[in-house]
């Protein structure tokens, strides 16, 4: 029997980790207290999108990032607070190959679409809209959060084609997370203790009412202008589509990739770009589509940029193409919106533009260049591939840090003032704004982080076999992991000799889905994944798993561990650093 990517934790699960990791490390999923956001009480960073306030402009793109409940949670904790939940299809039960997330320098996947079902995706939206809502109540975080957290959205994602999206199954999605309040009360009672006092609490039942539609690389115009329109007029939603950098079209992107920014050893296809949506005809959809949202009194926009679709010629993972992310594909993404508002100019909501259409963002945005890409007047800036390198969903402060950083020095007060500041800037310094401004910048002085020789230092390595216990503690294996699926664990008083080192590294497998993030960034030879102590909660996945694989078992407040075939032998070194002070993060467990 096919065994599922991933199998989600309760809501019971998620919040009894919560708690007694907070109680006994002052972390939550590993994420350390000193990266929790604390909003500056006299600056404002708050954007509005699709007229929607958000505390923040930033936060993690439809991607590994926002598939979990969990995920979610820690990057609000980080300071998200506008989330690209991951994309939902019809087609709910892929086989995607492993491993399926290359980030050594610039970023590469075949991991296209979610690896839950439609139902399992209602829940873990939901258990992370609740978990939001008490975490920003709860006592003991007040004094990392700060007296207002502000406010935060979802925006839900749906692809591929008007069929999949018109289902029962896409259509129950959308309605769900319009109107939450049945799945809230189901699970209500999972909320355990020192959270109970929630049970009774009045969740806002309206989780998502924007949308942005993902297609797939080759999707006919007439399509993406069908779906659209079916997702404006039959669920009322504010729709964003998202465009592919193929956009700019094969001759241009060749000569940016190859000839400007000296990436050899990517490989495009013309087929890519023949079968994509042209220039022309997506000016001609946008204005359409424009004109239509305005009609119904719905607002839509475009969001910069999907991945790019290349030629696996690197190997490292399966299948036979790829999709391209990070620093390159922010200079594609950059030159595609100028070109979009030479043509269309009073289109965008915008500075300088005037516009009433969105634009989001998502392409190779970094700590170094945030600032610039959000002073263009996109929102939200959403990213994937930088909170998949070392320091993971800890990367979120460090670029609200600069942000505030920049609007102080400017004497501003406001995101919006700093933003409306830049873009006199810019104008004064010859350019049309600030967008403009960038882009000449990114290619041209400022090229440099966006090369294939700025971005060619590969991940540390060290000489050395990574063994089950006992390695260079690093940490990387945890903070890289997209879905908490890793433990920090110390080796209690006595065995840290015996076993080799002061920390221990466990994966909760159910939560591990294989992706090899965390073989990428481990400096020693070897898999963390398959190598380091697999900790199992479903019964079902434990039977017959392979390697060092060890079941969690709860017999009523306590939990036994039994250990795989061939495995009894470490058993009393695991239950050891599991029972430390320290030890499993994890209580109320349901199985």
């Not at 946008?286 to 696996?312: C, P, Q, W, Y």
């Not at 690093?474 to 908490?484: E, Q």
Request: with cysteine; net charge negative; aromatic share 6%.
């Amino acid at each position: 029997m096919k065994q599922p990517a991933l199998t989600p934790m309760s809501l019971t699960a998620i919040l009894g980790r919560i708690a007694n990791e907070w109680e006994t490390r002052g972390r939550i999923f590993d994420l350390p207290s000193a990266r929790i956001w604390q909003p500056d009480p006299d600056i404002d960073l708050s954007v509005t999108f699709a007229g929607r306030p958000a505390a923040t402009p930033i936060g993690p793109a439809a991607g590994p990032h926002t598939q979990l409940a969990q995920n979610i949670v820690i990057a609000w904790l980080g300071g998200a607070r506008i989330f690209e939940l991951k994309t939902v299809q019809v087609l709910d039960d892929l086989d995607i190959a492993r491993p399926c997330i290359d980030a050594q320098t610039i970023g590469y996947n075949i991991e296209w679409s979610q690896e839950l079902s439609v139902p399992e995706s209602i829940d873990e939206y939901v258990k992370a809209w609740m978990i939001i809502e008490i975490l920003k109540r709860w006592e003991p975080l007040s004094g990392h959060l700060g007296t207002d957290t502000g406010p935060h959205i979802f925006d839900m994602s749906v692809g591929y084609d008007l069929a999949g999206i018109r289902s029962p199954k896409v259509a129950s999605f959308i309605e769900t997370l319009k109107d939450a309040s049945e799945r809230i009360d189901v699970l209500r009672p999972q909320i355990p203790e020192p959270f109970t006092a929630f049970q009774d609490f009045e969740f806002p039942t309206r989780i998502a009412d924007t949308v942005t539609l993902s297609t797939m690389h080759g999707c006919p115009p007439d399509e993406i202008d069908s779906i659209a329109r079916h997702l404006t007029d039959d669920h009322d939603l504010d729709v964003v589509v998202k465009l592919n950098p193929t956009l700019l079209g094969f001759d241009a992107v060749d000569s940016l990739l190859h000839e400007t920014l000296g990436y050899d050893d990517i490989s495009l296809s013309q087929r890519t770009f023949d079968d994509d949506l042209q220039f022309d005809r997506a000016v001609g959809l946008i204005t359409d589509l424009r004109s239509h949202a305005d009609s119904m009194g719905r607002s839509f926009g475009v969001k910069l940029t999907n991945t790019l679709e290349v030629n696996n010629v690197r190997g490292w993972m399966p299948e036979d193409r790829m999709y391209m992310s990070g620093a390159p594909l922010h200079v594609l993404a950059c030159s595609i919106l100028d070109r979009l508002v030479t043509v269309l100019p009073g289109a965008f909501d915008l500075p300088g533009q005037g516009g009433t259409s969105p634009v989001t963002f998502s392409a190779g945005v970094t700590r170094s260049n945030v600032v610039d890409t959000v002073a263009m007047g996109v929102a939200p800036v959403t990213m994937s591939t930088d909170l998949l390198k070392t320091g993971g969903y800890g990367r979120l402060k460090p670029m609200l840090k600069a942000l505030t950083a920049a609007v102080v020095a400017s004497g501003a007060s406001t995101l919006q003032e700093w933003r409306d500041a830049s873009y006199r800037d810019a104008v004064e310094a010859g350019h049309r704004d600030w967008l403009q401004q960038h882009v000449a910048n990114i290619t041209g002085e400022g090229i440099g982080p966006y090369t294939m020789e700025g971005n060619a230092k590969l991940p540390r390595r060290v000489d050395a076999k990574l063994q089950m216990w006992g390695c260079t503690a690093c940490n990387l294996c945890v903070t890289v992991c997209p879905n908490g699926a890793f433990m920090k664990l110390p080796s209690p008083s006595g065995l840290a000799d015996e076993i080799g080192g002061r920390w221990q590294y466990l994966v909760v497998v159910d939560l591990c889905n294989e992706c090899g993030n965390c073989m990428t960034f481990c400096p020693e030879e070897g898999d963390p994944a398959q190598i380091k102590p697999k900790l199992y909660l479903d019964e079902s996945r434990f039977d017959n798993a392979p390697g060092q694989a060890f079941h969690l078992v709860r017999s009523g407040s306590d939990v036994s561990v039994t250990a795989a075939d061939g495995w009894d032998d470490q058993l009393g070194t695991l239950v050891e650093v599991l029972a430390g002070d320290q030890g499993l993060p994890i209580r109320g467990i349901d199985l």
